[in-house]
C-alpha cells in the first residue's frame, strides 16, 4: 500500500524509462535523441500548495543545476561506513575536500556530452556555468525561453501558500532530456521543487520585553537587570537542558579547532543584538559567547523564529564553540535553498565540523533520483568527519490522505536518509517541573518508504518491531530505514526575538539542543588528540546506555480526524524518540576511551 500510496508514479515512469534504455541497448538504430523522462517522479509545484501565478516572462533569466552521474559511487559508499563505525579499523580517517573530489568526479566524456548538449541551445558552460570543487554538479544562468527549448517543458511564476509577496520560477509541465544526456545525469535542479514554506515552529506565548519596566510571567518578575532569570521555572532555557543532559556550568568549548554550525533556508536571518540579549538573560549559569563567529549567506532582513532559536541554544549547549551561521539565499532568488546549501559543502574546504539542520520535505513529494543523490552528498560530508543532524518533523507518524480518501502515514526526507542524524522529541510531564521528560507526540517518526534499514540500527528496531504493539503493517514498511535516531526536549523552549520573550516548540529546538552537547564531544576528543565523531549513529546504536530510555509519553500523532494513531513508545529504541536522550557525561566517558 505504501508503494501505491507514494511511488505508483514513480514506478510508471522508471518502467518508461526502463524499456526506452532496453529498446535502445536492443536496437542498433537507437537514435540517441529520443526524449526520456530524467526523474521517474516530477511534482509539479501545484501539488505542494503554491499557485501557478501565470507564464513567466521569455527573457527572466533562471538557474538550473545539472547533477552529473560521480565516479565511484561503490568507494565512496565504502570509506563512508568504514570511518564512521567505531569498530572499523578505518574509523576517524577522513578525507580532504580534495580528496573527495577525486574520488567522485565525473568522467570528463559525460561532462562534455552535457556541455555539448547546452552549447546547442546556444548557452556557453565557460560563460554561463560553474561547478563546485568536486565536479559533481553544473551550475548554469539561462533564459526561461532557452531552458523551456532545452527541457521541452514550460515555466511559470509560482506564489507561496503562505503570502503572495513570495515568488519563484518552477517549470508548470514535466521536462525531458535526451537519451544520451540521460546516461549522465541524475537530476537537474530548479525545475519542480519548491520550499516547503508552510513548516513553522509553534509558538505559545509571545510577551514584550521592556529594559525599562519590569514583566510578570506567573507571578515570576523579570526584566533585563534580573540576575536570577537564567533559573526561571517556567518552560524551558539553557540552564534546564544543560541540568537534564548533564552538562556541567564549567562544561565549554576549549578547541580551537572545533566549530559548530547551523543551516538555515527560506530567508530565516537571525539576530545579533537579540542573541546578546538571550545570552544577558539567560547565559548567567555558564561560560558562553554572545556573538557568532562566521556568517556564510545573506543576513539581512526580517529575523527569523528558526533561525533565533538554532543560533540562540546551539551556542548555549555548545557553549564557547566557535559557531557559524550558514544562510542559503531565500526565496526571492528562485533557488532550491536545500540544493545550494549541497553545492555550498561542495564547494569549501574549510566547514564546521557539525551542522544543525531543521528542514524536510515528504518523501512522496520527491523523485526517487533526487533523493538517492542527496544521500551521495551526505556520504561525501561524511568521509569528511562532518555530522549533519536533522529535525525529524513535527507531525509525529505523519498523515497522507490520498485522493480516494484513504489515509496513512508521511514520513519525511531527509530524516528518513540512513546518512543523517535524525533528532526527535520530547517535553516534561509538566510545563512547571522538570522532574519527568517523556515523549511529544508531535515527534516526528516512523519507517522511510524508500530507503533500506542500515545494519547499525537493525538489531534495536528488531527489538521494537518484536515486543511492542503496532500500528496497522500496511501503513509502514518495517524493512526500511527507521527514525529517529535520539531526541530531546521540543517544548515550551524560551527565545528572544525582536525584543520579545517567546515561547517555542518543535523538533527544530531539540535539534540545535543536541548539536550543541555533541559539538562539546568533538570538542573534548579534539582536545585529546583524537578526530572528531563524524556520522553518529553507529556511534549511537553502539552505545545506548550514554542514553537515556524515554519510556513514557502518547503514541505519536498521525490522522487525527480518523482513527490512525502513530507508534508507541517503548524501552529501547522507538519511532518517536529513538535511542533516548543524550547523558553528556556518560557520553563524554564513552567518546575519551
Known sequence: LLVQHYFIQSNLRMNSIFFVLIACFLSVNCNPNQRIFLESKQTLPHSNGWTNAGKAKKNEQINLVFALKQGNPALLEEHFWGCSDPSSPMYGHYLTLEEVAELVRPDP?????????????????????????????????MLVRTAELLLETEFSYYTSPDTSDDVIIRASKEYTVPYRVGKVLDFIGGLHRVPDVRRRLRVRERIPLNSQDSSILDNNQFSLEDDSYHAFRYGVHPDTLRKQYSVGASVGGQSANNSQATAQFLGQHYSPTDLKEFMFLFGKGFTHRTTVDHVIGPNSGKTGLEANLDVQYLMSLGANVTTTFWSTGGLHEGQEPFLEWMLDLSSNTTVPYIFSVS?????????????????????????????????????????????????????????????????????????????????????????????????????????????????????????????????????????????????????????????????????????????????????????????????????????????????????????????????FSKLLEVVLS
Open 109 to 141: 566524456r559525460d561532462i562534455q556530452e552535457v556541455k555539448r548538449w547546452l552549447r546547442s541551445y546556444g548557452i556557453s558552460p565557460d560563460r554561463s556555468c560553474s561547478s563546485p570543487l568536486t565536479g559533481d554538479f553544473l551550475k548554469c544562468s
Open 359 to 583: 528542514y524536510g520535505d515528504y518523501e512522496r513529494s520527491l523523485s526517487v533520483e533526487y533523493m538517492q543523490r542527496i544521500n551521495k552528498e551526505f556520504q561525501k560530508a561524511g568521509v569528511r568527519g562532518i555530522s549533519i543532524l536533522f529535525a525529524s518533523g513535527d507531525g509525529g507518524a505523519g498523515c497522507y490522505r490520498s485522493e480516494n480518501g484513504s489515509v496513512t502515514f508521511e514520513p519525511e526526507f531527509p530524516a528518513t536518509s540512513p546518512f543523517v542524524t535524525a533528532v526527535g522529541g520530547t517535553r516534561f510531564t509538566s510545563m512547571f517541573s522538570d522532574d519527568n521528560e517523556q515523549a511529544n507526540d508531535i515527534s516526528g517518526g516512523g519507517f522511510s518508504a524508500l530507503f533500506k534499514m542500515p545494519k547499525y540500527q537493525k538489531e534495536s528496531v528488531a527489538h521494537y518491531l518484536n515486543t511492542s504493539k503496532l500500528p496497522d503493517p500496511k501503513h509502514f514498511d518495517a524493512t526500511k530505514r527507521a527514525f529517529p535516531d535520539l531526541a530531546a526536549m521540543s517544548d515550551n523552549f524560551w527565545i528572544i526575538i525582536n525584543r520579545f520573550v517567546m515561547n517555542v516548540a518543535g523538533t527544530s529546538a531539540a535539534t540545535p539542543t543536541v548539536a550543541g552537547i555533541f559539538a562539546l564531544l568533538n570538542d573534548a576528543r579534539l582536545a585529546a588528540g583524537k578526530p572528531v565523531l563524524g556520522f553518529l549513529n553507529p556511534f549511537i546504536y553502539r552505545h545506548r546506555d550514554a542514553f537515556t530510555d524515554i519510556t513514557s509519553g502518547t503514541n505519536s500523532e498521525a490522522c487525527w480526524l480518523d482513527p490512525l494513531e502513530g507508534y508507541n513508545v517503548a524501552e529501547g529504541w522507538d519511532p518517536v524518540t529513538g535511542m533516548g536522550t543524550p547523558d
